[in-house]
């Protein structure tokens, strides 16, 4: 009798080991790339904010005034639109500036707008530095390289993406397709793009602050107009990042978001921890 317990409790033992050692925690973020990415939230909202409100005053994008408004901006058409058409705003005070008051500082905070424009603009070039420390220091710069089955991986990731939602309505099984690095590629592709476009962020900024005194500047973007019309879109990429972003982050589950709280996670396999150690 005593023999078969111990043979059953050995067996158990034995069996269960396997699955223990697909359970690892891995330190997964340094503490600057941590700290560098929560600090982005707020310097990215202030940087829209702000630079939205800078625009009203010399909008890119303008056409011939309108007979009847005299407006001549497109963002002023698009709100005028929006008070048309939604219900409870169409006895709004002052349509064309329905897109400032609501996704900006404001309309006629030019001054204001510029003083907060260019204190997180620095901020932002401070917290880029940072980052950039935690990831050589961490070594997870070698995670955000591009690799030769990026293209194939993303377009299996992206599959998987647009299903998952769908998959989660209908309660069928979606697997996620595997991966044996710390990002998978579409991942790997946005956050590599985001330091990217914060450098393109910066050049245009000064581009269009010393337009004289760094003319050579302005010339590689095109001009003044030109690179105002580059950090326009540059703005826009933030943006759209976000929501891809955030999907991502969900989609992948509640590890993805804690490892870059507290910087570690539990859902690695063996092969993955090779790969980061590499």
């Known amino acids: 009798?005593?023999?078969s317990t111990s043979a059953c409790n050995q067996q158990n033992s034995?069996?269960?080991?396997?699955?223990?050692?697909?359970?690892?925690?891995?330190?997964?973020?340094?503490?600057?790339?941590?700290?560098?990415?929560?600090?982005?939230?707020?310097?990215?909202?202030?940087?829209?904010?702000?630079?939205?409100?800078?625009?009203?005053?010399?909008?890119?994008?303008?056409?011939?005034?309108?007979?009847?408004?005299?407006?001549?901006?497109?963002?002023?058409?698009?709100?005028?639109?929006i008070c048309a058409h939604v219900p409870g705003l169409h006895h709004y005070s002052n349509p064309p500036d329905w897109i400032y008051n609501h996704v900006s500082l404001g309309p006629g905070m030019l001054a204001s707008a510029l003083r907060?424009?260019?204190l997180c603009a620095y901020f932002f070039i401070l917290n880029g530095m940072v980052y950039v420390a935690g990831l050589?220091?961490?070594?997870?710069?070698?995670?955000?390289?591009?690799?030769?089955?990026?293209?194939?991986?993303?377009?299996?990731m992206f599959r998987y993406y647009i299903g998952f939602l769908f998959a989660k309505l209908i309660r069928r099984k979606w697997l996620h397709p595997g991966?044996?690095?710390?990002?998978?590629?579409?991942?790997?592709?946005a956050y590599f793009s985001v330091p990217v476009a914060g450098c393109l962020s910066?050049?245009?900024?000064?581009?269009?602050?010393?337009?004289?005194?760094?003319?050579?500047?302005?010339?590689?973007?095109?001009?003044?107009?030109?690179?105002?019309?580059?950090?326009?879109w540059l703005l826009w990429i933030y943006i759209l990042f976000l929501v891809p972003h955030?999907?991502?982050?969900?989609?992948?589950?509640?590890?993805?978001?804690r490892s870059m709280i507290v910087g570690w996670s539990t859902r690695v396999e063996p092969t993955e921890v090779i790969a980061h150690e590499r």
């Open 1 to 3: 009798m005593s023999h």
């Open 14 to 81: 034995t069996s269960t080991l396997p699955r223990q050692q697909h359970v690892l925690v891995v330190k997964r973020h340094h503490l600057l790339v941590r700290w560098s990415y929560w600090l982005n939230v707020p310097i990215l909202l202030g940087l829209i904010l702000s630079g939205i409100s800078i625009y009203w005053a010399s909008p890119i994008y303008q056409h011939k005034p309108d007979p009847n408004t005299g407006n001549s901006d497109v963002a002023a058409d698009i709100g005028i639109r």
């Open 116 to 118: 907060l424009h260019w």
């Open 136 to 156: 050589v220091l961490g070594g997870g710069w070698r995670s955000l390289l591009p690799r030769r089955t990026d293209v194939f991986d993303a377009l299996k």
């Open 179 to 189: 991966f044996n690095t710390k990002y998978n590629a579409l991942q790997r592709a």
């Open 202 to 232: 910066v050049a245009t900024g000064w581009a269009i602050h010393k337009p004289m005194q760094l003319h050579w500047l302005a010339a590689i973007f095109g001009g003044y107009n030109a690179a105002r019309v580059w950090h326009f």
């Open 246 to 257: 955030l999907i991502l982050v969900f989609a992948d589950g509640w590890d993805t978001l």
